[in-house]
């Protein structure tokens, strides 16, 4: 028989969680200092972090504090053998029962993500409406020793690559020796990717790439938990700011020229151009040429992520008093390059992930709505937009006088 038949079962809670674990034979090896425990969100509240007092980026921060206030414990490392991965998204199944351990809470993995794969023909759906994989026709590869799961349905996304698969190597490098892991499985790799990888002493001849067509069969696989793992993607900060520490510290010796010792000027803003690489159209700004005008004209410049060496973009960034941006992966940079940030919101996402960042590294975060306009796109008030520049300055040498 080739179609295997899938269970997924997320097992969102503590204890169903466990459960399945012994059910199973998974290890699960959790990375006690990530824990971070339930409070009220009153509680949960951090004074330091609005960089705006306006209504829009206090009901924001708020939706935030409530979703921090969960608390986060299910962070760790999980252990298990016997399995099929296959998929470059890096589904694991139990080779036997067909269970998606990855399809459980914590590791990256949504309903909709097997779904999607349904739809695309990479699942199948039987008689009975069961997901199962078609193993006819896949090269089976059968691989000893001990390997890491690093891809999951963000892997292709550079900003996942901050918040989720560097978290999954910090996770690795914390618990277990990484140059003992005889491969790590990723999906196609960009030359983009490697410095994260670099960083974490991950060579590159020990990384295989995962596609549609392999069925690896693992002995031993360790396959780290995401932190963004949450709806709305909210990161449990005292971890974060201890993997933004050192990726902040590693990257400022990226890209090294003759005259790096010599001070540059600061500038008092900078605004991040997006490009939609791997969003959905409809969230661009359609009068961003005027929006570029005013930060000239305020003394600061327009940056193009696409357009700049990696070093030299987050050199603009540490030389920045306020980074502004459409809400996007670009601004994930500030882990790296800390900055105050005024995020500019298009489409209602409710992305958590900048205020996660900008509280992991100790810095501040406002909010700004656009407006939509009919036949797609968004518009940004450009005078709404000039205050709030001005107010967040004035908030910056409030902040820097006491």
């Known amino acids: 028989m080739t179609l295997l038949p899938i269970t997924v079962l997320p097992c969102a809670n503590d204890k169903a969680f466990t459960a ?11 990375y006690g200092p990530a824990a971070e425990a339930k409070q009220s969100p009153a509680a949960r509240a951090n004074a330091a972090l609005p960089l705006l007092d306006t209504p829009y980026t206090n009901n924001w921060l708020a939706q935030y504090y409530k979703r921090q206030a969960r608390g986060a414990n299910r962070i760790g490392l999980m252990h298990t053998g016997g ?61 000893p020793g001990t390997s890491a799961l690093l891809s999951f349905p963000g892997a292709y996304t550079y900003g996942h690559w901050i918040t989720d698969i560097c978290a999954r190597l910090e996770l690795l490098a914390a618990r277990q020796d990484i ?12 030359a983009w990717m490697f410095p994260f990888l670099a960083a974490y002493g991950v060579r590159q001849d020990r990384i295989i790439e995962l596609d549609k067509k392999q069925l690896f069969e693992l002995d ?44 540059r000027p600061r500038i008092p803003l900078a605004l991040v151009k997006h490009t939609a690489l791997t969003s959905a159209p409809g969230r661009e700004i359609r009068n961003f040429d005027e929006v570029a005008a005013l930060v000239e004209d305020l003394g600061g410049r327009v940056l193009d992520p696409l357009k700049l060496p990696l070093p030299a973009f987050l050199n603009r960034l540490r030389e920045s008093d306020l980074v502004i941006g459409q809400d996007s992966s670009a601004l994930h940079n500030l882990a790296m390059a800390p900055a105050d940030l005024l995020v500019i919101q298009t489409e209602p996402r409710f992305n958590m992930l900048h ?9 501040r975060v406002g909010f700004m709505e656009a407006q939509p306009l009919e036949g797609g796109g968004w518009q940004v008030n450009i005078r709404r937009l000039k205050t709030l520049i001005r107010r967040a300055g004035e908030s910056q040498q409030h902040v820097s006088q006491r």
């Open 355 to 363: 205020a996660s960042i900008q509280e992991a590294t100790g810095k």
């Open 20 to 30: 399945c674990c012994k059910k199973r034979g998974l290890v699960f090896d959790a």
């Open 179 to 190: 140059n003992g892991i005889d491969r790590f499985f990723l999906p196609k790799v960009s």
């Open 83 to 143: 399995v099929w991965l296959t998929d470059d998204w890096g589904l694991v199944l139990d080779k036997t029962t067909g269970f998606a351990i990855t399809g459980l809470s914590g590791f990256g993995w949504t309903a909709d993500q097997f779904d999607y794969m349904a739809r695309q023909g990479h699942l199948k759906r039987t008689q009975d409406d069961v997901l199962a994989l078609e193993s006819k026709g896949l090269r089976r590869v059968q691989l």
């Open 220 to 263: 031993d696989l360790i396959i780290p938990t995401t932190l963004g793992q949450h709806h709305r993607g909210a990161l449990p900060t005292r971890f974060a700011a201890q993997m933004y520490h050192r990726l902040a510290s590693i990257s400022a010796h990226w890209g090294r020229l003759p005259n790096w010792g010599e001070k």
